[in-house]
């Protein structure tokens, strides 16, 4: 089938960390397997002990019982610093994000899957390789190599993974998560940087906006966790930008129950209508459809017939029923008549991990070992990181 690779996979006995750390969640698993081992927030949390215990902070010991939480338990945790690393899909380079990215990655290695040293591992980024992702790449190198002591190292662009994932090399992904949606470009499985748009508008705006609009209906405020919880269960997109959907009838998808137990009825202007921020809206942001469109007009126009057969939606945000027929629709409104008969949007059930499935599957090839740095290239090269990193990551 044109446009699809074969999805031969030379299976090697290593088993290869498969890591992608997005704004909201880290997934984190070994390839060839299906899904990940474990989804976790990516959030390290400290409570100071004159916070956590009274008494300790009486006797002097505050100092000593520290205490530091990680993913869910951190993302529970009420009066403690909550150090969040990777924000709007970036990991931040300030000395707090860092060393809590530092400190979240021993312990997703040594006590979330249980492995020592010496083991290979893939990264999946989010920012394409670029003059402003040289710093993060060499970054992550370093840790990598230097605390986890990993034998070897891949990093690839998530988007490239994702299509990857549904046994395509080239289309345009829609990578929709927690803090950021994208429009990638994919050639014969690499993003091209140029054409890549971007929205600070996903998940997180999403959950906010039901935030405001739960509180003011509830007249009290809600958790973020709760409406977030909420968003996944009742939300979905609307057909079309005219107006909110009738109700569709169906008490037990507008049903919810909040932490107290009391079970709500979800209004479609919220159900639907917070989710309209994607198509548009939020001051100072683009849409989804225009991130598209600028996209596929970057591109050379030999490419542009192959993009819009391959619209490929990813990313948990990419849950949201609805999200694929609505995307089709405001594309082939605005695109010229020619690429308009031909766009079609790809949904696949495995979208939700759809990176981390493409790296799982990327790993278990044999082409795995000629990508990724080695620990002898690394020794070798540490007096130009930088130089490697814009060698050998993709
Ligand atoms: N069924 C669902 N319906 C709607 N939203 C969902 C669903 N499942 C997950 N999400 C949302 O997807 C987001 C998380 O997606 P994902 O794990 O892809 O993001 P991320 O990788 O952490 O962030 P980013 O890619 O933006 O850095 C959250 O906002 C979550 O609420």
């Not at 951190?74 to 990991?91: D, F, N």
């Not at 107290?260 to 917070?274: C, F, H, L, P």
């Not at 939700?352 to 740095?373: C, P």
Request: proline letters at 4%; glycine letters at 8%; charged letters at 25%.
């Amino acid at each position: 089938m044109e446009g699809r690779m074969e999805l031969e996979c030379t299976m090697d006995e290593q088993d290869v960390v498969v890591l992608d750390a997005g704004s909201g969640f880290l997934k984190v698993g070994f390839c060839g397997e299906d899904a990940p081992r474990a989804v976790l927030p990516t959030a390290m949390a400290t409570a100071t002990a004159d916070e956590s215990r009274e008494d300790e902070a009486v006797s002097g010991d505050a100092q000593k019982k520290s205490q530091v939480f990680y993913g869910e338990e951190a993302v529970l945790q009420e009066s403690a610093v909550i150090t969040r690393p990777v924000q709007r899909g970036e990991l931040q380079l300030s000395a707090p994000e860092k060393e809590a990215m530092e400190s979240l990655l021993e312990h997703v290695f040594r006590n979330v899957l249980g492995v020592e040293e010496d083991l290979p591992c893939l990264i999946a980024d989010t920012m394409p390789l670029g003059q402003s992702s040289y710093a993060t790449r060499q970054w992550i190198a370093e840790v990598m190599f230097e605390k986890i002591k990993v034998k070897s190292l891949a990093i690839f662009n998530t988007a490239a993974l994702s299509l990857f994932s549904t046994g395509r090399t080239r289309g345009l992904v829609v990578e929709s998560g927690e803090g950021i949606t994208q429009a990638v470009p994919v050639f014969e499985g690499y993003a091209i940087p140029h054409a890549i748009f971007k929205m600070k508008v996903a998940g997180q705006d999403i959950t906010q906006r039901i935030q405001t609009l739960m509180g003011e209906e509830l007249g009290e405020p809600q958790s973020y966790r709760t409406m977030q919880a909420l968003k996944e269960k009742v939300c979905f997109v609307a057909p079309s930008s005219s107006g909110v959907p009738a109700p569709d009838g169906d008490e037990e998808a507008r049903s919810f129950e909040l932490p107290d137990g009391k079970i709500i009825q979800v209004s479609e202007k919220i159900r639907a209508g917070a989710t309209e921020i994607l198509f548009g809206g939020v001051e100072g942001e683009a849409s989804m459809q225009k991130i598209c469109l600028d996209a596929i007009n970057t591109v050379d126009l030999d490419f542009r017939q192959d993009l819009v057969k391959s619209v490929v939606v990813a990313g948990g945000t990419s849950m949201l029923q609805n999200l694929a027929p609505r995307l089709r629709l405001e594309l082939k409104s605005a695109l010229a008549s020619d690429l308009s008969r031909t766009v079609e949007v790809v949904s696949d059930s495995q979208r939700r991990f759809a990176a981390w499935i493409g790296g799982s599957m990327f790993a278990s090839m044999s082409t795995y070992d000629q990508v990724a740095i080695t620990k002898q290239e690394y020794e070798e090269g540490k007096a130009d990181v930088r130089g490697l990193v814009a060698r050998k990551t993709f």
